[in-house]
């Protein structure tokens, strides 16, 4: 399997993907708002896309299809859930649906809601395993669920799902918002080494070259996975007393998201 991650460079700073067959050069794009950024790439790499995936619903995601389909004649993959939102779907989507992308490359559908009710995230069985994400899970973040979303679904995707893939899974998001995302981790948890030093990292670093990092990171940098941290904790108690000394893992990724919301 190949991956080409494509730097949109714009407001919404949009990552973009190709996952490409080595022997066939047929190519998925994920997610595509800025076709013409995916075409180009596509065309210097000798590949033929052949299908588009859509993470979920929002135009910031879906807004490059018509384009890219005028252009190459691929196929529109999506959620069953979001398709009629999404208009123009050739192949509506389920849990444990897979996708095959030429002779050689299986990805398997994820039915991960919170962000929005229907959202699919893409994962490789793999040596080096991958994970596909949209706006559900971000380098050191977790999506928001401003727009039809539901924050106890996302809950149930993350430690339901997520944290159960291998630790060597590489991540690959929608969007690359790592410094700020790393700054609520510090937030939340000021001793945390990990943060500290990738922060540090990246703080400048240019988001066409960000690190990619794996879930095993995510488990150590991401405070949406460490829900039972003591410090973690503490100082969401100090905001929120009322979820006592000991609250559950959900209530505390909930708070956790309510407070990310209007931090």
């Not at 080409?4 to 990552?15: C, G, H, K, S, T």
Request: net charge negative; aromatic share 8%.
């Amino acid at each position: 399997m190949l991956i080409e991650r494509i730097w949109a460079a714009n407001d919404y700073r949009n990552f973009h993907y190709l996952i490409a067959c080595p022997e066939t050069g047929e190519a998925l794009a994920v997610d595509p708002l800025e076709w013409r950024l995916c075409l180009d790439a596509a065309r210097n790499r000798g590949w033929e896309i052949t299908q588009i995936l859509n993470t979920h619903e929002h135009r910031d995601h879906t807004g490059g299809n018509q384009g890219l389909v005028a252009a190459t004649g691929a196929r529109v993959l999506a959620h069953a859930g979001a398709a009629s939102r999404i208009g123009g779907v050739d192949r509506g989507l389920q849990k444990g649906d897979v996708i095959r992308v030429g002779r050689t490359v299986e990805l398997e559908c994820l039915d991960t809601p919170g962000h929005t009710l229907a959202h699919i995230c893409l994962f490789a069985h793999t040596d080096e395993p991958a994970l596909f994400c949209g706006d559900t899970l971000f380098n050191a973040g977790a999506g928001n669920c401003h727009s039809s979303g539901r924050p106890d679904l996302l809950y149930e995707t993350f430690v339901g799902q997520l944290a159960r893939l291998p630790d060597n899974t590489r991540v690959y998001p929608g969007h690359e918002y790592l410094a700020r995302n790393l700054e609520f981790t510090l937030d939340r948890e000021p001793d945390n080494s990990d943060a500290k030093a990738l922060l540090e990292r990246s703080r400048n670093h240019d988001p066409a070259k960000a690190v990619v990092t794996t879930l095993g990171e995510e488990k150590r940098i991401n405070t949406f996975f460490r829900l039972q941290n003591p410090t973690v904790i503490a100082r969401l108690r100090e905001v929120f007393p009322e979820i006592g000394e000991q609250p559950d893992p959900k209530t505390v990724f909930l708070k956790l998201r309510e407070l990310r919301n209007r931090w």
